[in-house]
């Protein structure tokens, strides 16, 4: 069965440095995985999507994901944190069969001035 | 482009009484479209699966008759939350792909109140 860990429900990050959000899946095919972002009573804003090609992904806001197979892990990162970034963040993984979404549980990322 | 939006943004209502939320793709033909609900702090539940023309399909554990579901149109589904009741409060959050498209764009969501 297809699945999607973010094994950290919340990230401290001080505004400057970089952070990273992990997220690991678990797929039977080939991986499409995607990333969102979710503001306090908002909708989901996608962020960036690995289909095929490079294994490092650029999205929105300055933020980019690396596809790493071996370790089957999508890592979202950010060489240099806002404190607007602070925000709830999903990784996702496609179910080839219906093209549902497969959601991690999320992680809070908090950036403190 | 893929912009999909959600009416109302929020609605109260009281316990007993339906109401319907709208999903429209304004720029694209959405040949499926999807349901979420979300807890505070929780992730995305995905209630249904709707493909255009056709009947949902439903998620384990969602009740067909509670929450009825309508892509009537390539732009526009519906889901109508019948006979609501305090609990069935949440976040609704819905979504839509086109033909190809490898991901899904989704709505701002509606935040239902069922006092």
């Known amino acids: 069965a297809q699945s999607v860990a973010q094994p950290e429900d919340q990230v401290n990050v001080a505004e400057g440095n970089p952070l990273t959000v992990k997220c690991t899946y678990s797929?039977?095919?080939?991986?499409?995985l995607f990333w969102y972002v979710q503001y306090p009573n908002r909708g989901l804003q996608f962020l960036l999507k690995?289909?095929?090609?490079d294994n490092l992904v650029k999205g929105s806001y300055g933020f980019e994901a690396e596809f790493n197979k071996s370790q089957t892990s999508f890592h979202l990162k950010k060489p240099s944190a806002l404190v607007s970034d602070s925000a709830l963040y999903f990784c996702?993984?496609?179910?080839?069969?219906?093209?549902?979404?497969?959601w991690g549980a999320g992680t809070k990322l908090i950036i403190k001035p | 482009g893929a912009v999909v939006s959600q009416h109302p943004s929020r609605v109260i209502c009281k316990s007993g009484t339906s109401v319907k939320i709208e999903c429209r793709s304004l720029?694209?033909?959405?040949?499926?479209m999807f349901w979420y609900r979300q807890f505070p702090k929780q992730s995305l539940m995905l209630m249904a699966t709707?493909?255009?023309?056709?009947?949902?399909?439903?998620e384990q554990g969602v009740e067909k008759d509670k929450f009825l579901i309508n892509h009537a149109s390539l732009t526009l589904s519906t889901l109508t939350v019948t006979s609501a009741h305090p609990e069935d409060s949440s976040f609704y959050i819905c979504?839509?792909?086109?033909?190809?498209?490898?991901?899904?764009?989704f709505g701002p969501g509606t935040r239902l109140t069922v006092t």
């Open positions: 690995y289909i095929t090609g």
């Open positions: 709707s493909n255009e023309g056709s009947k949902a399909t439903y």
């Open positions: 720029d694209f033909q959405a040949t499926t």
């Open positions: 979504s839509a792909r086109y033909l190809g498209s490898y991901e899904q764009y």
């Open positions: 797929v039977s095919g080939n991986p499409y």
């Open positions: 996702a993984v496609r179910d080839d069969s219906n093209y549902q979404l497969i």
